[in-house]
């Protein structure tokens, strides 16, 4: 006979292993749309299955569901997670969690227009696109869209911040 745990593990940031966040603004009906894809790497110590339920605890204690419904930051100030946006750069933090990336000078603009940017936060590792390697935008399109990658991840708006206010 076999039981199984229901006691949730204890959450280490190391369980992350690398996260990546990439800024890119793509057409909508409506003008350029800024996203956000963050996903882990998977070369936590413990593998890729590792990171995936890493990267889950972190999302639900935060309030984000994985494959959940569309989170609106803006109709939720008490949500506990904030967009940065400053000196190019693209911040996205959390509790016990902040990464930032280069963003694109079309993602800006785009960001500073609709004042949100859409941030797709996947449990589904990449390990192909690493930090400081450029990514393809085929790459890119067929990872983001792909059906996997967006059931196992929370949908964020956040409004947009800068230092500026």
């Known amino acids: 006979m076999t039981s199984t745990s229901s006691e949730t593990r204890p959450f ?9 966040v990439l800024a890119w603004s793509g057409e909508a009906p409506d003008g350029a749309m800024p996203y956000l894809l963050a996903y882990p790497l998977g070369d936590s110590a413990d593998g890729p299955e590792a990171s995936s339920a890493a990267v889950r605890q972190l999302l639900e204690s935060n309030s984000l569901p994985v494959g959940g419904d569309l989170v609106d930051g803006a109709a939720k ?8 946006v400053e000196a190019g750069q693209a911040v996205v ?9 280069a963003a694109p000078p079309e ?4 960001v500073a227009e609709r004042g949100f940017a859409y941030l797709v936060f996947t ?3 990449w390990p192909g696109a690493a930090p400081g390697k450029p990514v393809d935008a085929g790459a890119l399109a067929a990872f983001a869209g792909a059906e996997e ?7 964020i708006v956040l409004p ?6």
């Open 12 to 20: 280490h940031l190391a369980d992350l292993g690398t996260v990546v």
């Open 77 to 84: 100030p008490s949500l506990p997670v904030s967009l940065l």
């Open 93 to 101: 933090n959390m509790w016990q969690f902040r990464a930032q990336c």
């Open 107 to 110: 993602w800006l603009e785009a």
């Open 123 to 125: 449990t589904r590792p």
């Open 149 to 155: 990658t967006l059931k196992e991840a929370a949908h």
């Open 160 to 165: 947009a911040r800068s230092l500026r206010g």
